[in-house]
């Protein structure tokens, strides 16, 4: 069974201008999650899609946005880039309306802004 | 915000020993994952337990939870080289309803030596 896939695995931008990540879930999971991994403030939750929706978002600002489609796979863009997004994005998925479920991680795409 | 606190923050042991990692946290939750993240990579799931269990067993790792304390414990029997990486442990938010939102705390990194 093939893992959470996510595209690409580096990503390199300057100040101002806007990324986009993408995300595959596991098959069969519909909620997939986004997540930052920057230096010195560890793991921080950013989005939460299911069935098309987002369900739940983190303290971001709305240049972050996202989108979930039909398939269950997802985006992340990040408008207007600052040097403080350079960071390690995970994304992950689960199977969807329930909790208790565990989520399952990507191995990430990194995104250095010069 | 950052919900659990890992202890201790680096650990370096032989091969062969045992290796425990602690976490606590602060509100009360549904569950508690254990994951692994390996130098720059995606996060592995390790195991999840629910608010109602005690302990979990998975091959060489077992997992205790103890609400009263708001704490738990990973446990790493005879370990290898290869499991030097990072533990985190991450806690839904626990109350009514699923909100998708697991916090992370700031992880404990582990070096088997050979």
């Known amino acids: 069974e093939a893992g959470v896939t996510q595209s690409p695995t580096h990503l390199i931008k300057t100040r101002g201008q806007q990324a986009t990540l993408r995300c595959s879930p596991i098959s069969g999971h519909t909620s997939v999650y986004w997540y930052q991994q920057a230096l010195g403030l560890g793991l921080q939750f950013l989005l939460w899609?299911?069935?098309?929706?987002?369900?739940n978002r983190g303290n971001f600002p709305p240049r972050f946005s996202g989108r979930q489609f039909p398939n269950y796979s997802s985006e992340l863009n990040v408008n207007a880039l600052e040097l403080e997004d350079s960071a390690l994005y995970l994304c992950?998925?689960?199977?969807?309306?329930?909790?208790?479920?565990?989520?399952?991680f990507g191995d990430g795409t990194r995104l250095s802004i010069l | 915000s950052q919900q659990g606190e890992e202890d201790p923050q680096a650990l370096s042991i032989q091969e062969g020993e045992n290796a425990t990692m602690n976490c606590s946290y602060k509100t009360s939750i549904n569950n508690l994952q254990w994951y692994r993240q390996n130098s720059g990579r995606g996060l592995v799931h390790l195991i999840l337990?629910?608010?109602?269990?005690r302990e979990k067993h998975s091959g060489r790792l077992r997992v205790t939870l103890d609400t009263s304390k708001k704490s738990s414990s990973l446990l790493i029997t005879a370990s290898r080289a290869a499991d030097t990486a990072s533990y985190f442990c991450a806690t839904d938010a626990g109350g009514s309803g699923n909100t998708g939102k697991l916090i992370f705390g700031q992880g404990t990194t582990l070096q088997v030596k050979p």
């Open positions: 337990i629910r608010s109602n269990e």
């Open positions: 899609y299911d069935e098309g929706e987002e369900r």
């Open positions: 992950a998925s689960s199977l969807g309306g329930v909790g208790n479920q565990p989520q399952h």
